[in-house]
């Protein structure tokens, strides 16, 4: 990971503490996916993941957040304030799948949901969609057990696609982008989840005619 910058913790023991136990959460979470993907393939001719991907936040985006929330910048303070250091993402083929997902999730009995968010119901007023879990899972280490939280994302490929631009313009030309263009894009995330629905739509219609 980056240095840690000043008025962070500069403990590099820390930083690798840190980033061997997300690393090993988000690894853990990560199989128990694939293991869920693989179970559901067998019961349903068909894979509802089209692919999983995962991050380590960087320490100045973790320094800003905690500067955002007012947050004495501690190492303690970080591990019990901030739940999405590790990151993972998960897209889908259909928005069905994600619920499913999402089901199987609860269902096992070592991760504890800390928080949970349904953007696809209730999107974001700029037209965000995703679904959102805050999940903590313990980690087995030689002499002790750690429970770590991380950030699980699930999209299915269309609104991943409009994500990811929509961030792109948001991070990177917020000065330039107008209303109308805004409007625009929010109108898009509209049209896309009208598109999604009607993929699943046509999925329910054939998938019993194979």
Known sequence: MDDLREGFPTNFS??????MLYSCAMREICT??????????LNKSRNPIQHIT?????TDSIR???IQKNLPLEYETMRDEITDIGGIRVICSYIN?????????????????VREKDYIANPKPNGYRSYHLIVAIPIF?????????????MRTIAMDFWASLE??????????????????LTNIAESIFHADLEMQQIYEEIKDIY
């Open 54 to 58: 995962h991050r380590l936040k960087k």
């Open 32 to 41: 128990k996916l694939e293991n869920l993907s693989q179970e559901f393939e």
């Open 167 to 184: 961030h792109q313009l948001r991070y990177k030309t917020a000065a330039k982008v107008s209303d109308s263009t805004r409007t625009r």
């Open 97 to 113: 799948d994600i619920y499913d997902i999402v089901k199987m999730l609860k269902q096992q009995d070592d991760l504890l949901i």
């Open 141 to 153: 280490l030689s002499s002790e057990k750690q429970i770590i939280p991380v950030e699980i994302q």
């Open 14 to 19: 820390q930083i690798k503490e840190m980033t």
């Open 64 to 66: 800003n957040k905690m």
